[in-house]
Nanobody, 123 residues
Framework: QVQLVESGGGLVQAGGSLRLSCVASGRTFGGYTMGWFRQAPGKEREFLAAISRNSGSARYGNSVEGRFTISRDNANTASLQMNSLKPEDTAVYYC?????????????????WGRGTQVTVSS
């Protein structure tokens, strides 16, 4: 059974940084794209970043490009470094993964999801 577990969320002041980590288990994710989404109360799930299976390419959502960086520590671990955080970044952050080498941006294109970790940015 595939599981994705996020960690690293918490409370941070505006302008600060956080690093989220995601560990996948149940199968080797070497052939999978991994990504991050977030969802704030009353809003749709928003694409943040995706990274290819060999870490050769990545893509970002418009709202976070230049502030967030996705990386892949090994086949089954991905991280999201978040800098210059703003109060509007407050949300539950989800790790996700899907087989293949493409870089999807729609939630429906990802097969596996973690349960999420809360990030709260105070002003």
């Amino acid at each position: 059974q595939v599981q994705l577990v996020e960690s690293g969320g918490g409370l941070v002041q505006a302008g600060g940084s956080l690093r989220l980590s995601c560990v996948a288990s149940g199968r080797t994710f070497g052939g999978y794209t991994m990504g991050w989404f977030r969802q704030a109360p009353g809003k749709e799930r928003e694409f943040l970043a995706a990274i290819s299976r060999n870490s050769g390419s990545a893509r970002y959502g418009n709202s976070v490009e230049g502030r967030f960086t996705i990386s892949r520590d090994n086949a089954n671990t991905a991280s999201l470094q978040m800098n210059s955080l703003k109060p509007e970044d407050t949300a539950v952050y989800y790790c996700t993964g899907t087989p293949g080498g493409f870089l999807p941006t729609l939630a429906g294109q990802f097969a596996y999801w973690g349960r999420g970790t809360q990030v709260t940015v105070s002003s």
